[in-house]
Antibody, heavy 122, light 107 residues
């Protein structure tokens, strides 16, 4: 069974940095496109960043472009989200998710971690 | 950017009811739309992808339809465990976007 485990969340002040990790077990993370999705307290879901399976392309939401960086370490089978210049509005639960696609045009985030909470406050 | 508008935002229903949730895209997204169910304190769960393909293990009372800009999620015979918040997600183009969510509560 595919399992994703996020870690690295915590409380920081505005302007500080944090690096989130998403460790994969029972599958090879590099075989999948990966994404980060966040959810602010009592709010809806917001896509944050994605990386293609090949690793050659990364994508970001406008709200985090230039401040967040998605990457992965193949040797550790882990996905990362480096978050710099954090703002109060970045406060949220952050989820990592695998990107599924098939030859019939099906696309989805099919496996999700349990999430890690990031709080940005002075 | 593609905007997804879900309606209604809130829905009150009874066990056994048939309900429909709509998701409208601001521009055509073919059938690159997925539906998720989320319960409090839990990660979202994939229900439907490709607008109408049921994810493995999801009960057949869930169904999806639509293409282009208009999509619907239908639950036929609402069960107690179906009371949750539902989101649509477009995967046609970046930035990927979610709908605002529909909360289904017990009447």
């Amino acid at each position: 069974e595919v399992q994703l485990l996020e870690s690295g969340g915590g409380s920081v002040q505005p302007g500080e940095s944090l690096r989130l990790s998403c460790a994969a077990s029972e599958f090879i993370l590099s075989n999948y496109g990966m994404n980060w999705v966040r959810q602010a307290p009592d709010k809806g879901l917001e896509w944050v960043a994605g990386v293609r399976r090949s690793g050659d392309f990364t994508y970001y939401a406008d709200s985090v472009e230039g401040r967040f960086t998605i990457s992965r370490d193949y040797s550790k089978n882990t996905l990362f989200l480096q978050m710099d210049s954090l703002r109060a509005e970045d406060t949220a639960i952050y989820y990592c998710a695998t990107y599924y696609y098939d030859n019939s045009g099906g696309r989805a985030f099919d496996n999700w971690g349990q999430g890690t909470l990031v709080t940005v406050s002075s | 950017d593609i905007q997804l508008t879900q309606s209604p935002s809130f829905l009150s229903a009874s066990v056994g009811d048939r309900i429909t949730i709509a998701c409208r895209a601001s521009q055509g997204i073919s059938r690159y739309l997925a539906w998720y169910q989320q319960k409090p304190g839990k990660a979202p769960k994939l229900l439907i992808y490709g607008a109408s393909t049921l994810q493995s293990g999801v009960p057949s009372r869930f169904s999806g339809s639509g293409s282009g800009t208009e999509f619907t999620l239908t639950i036929s015979g609402l069960q107690p465990e179906d009371f949750a918040t539902y989101y649509c997600l477009q995967l046609n183009s970046y930035p990927l976007t979610f709908g605002g969510g529909t909360t289904v509560e017990i009447k």
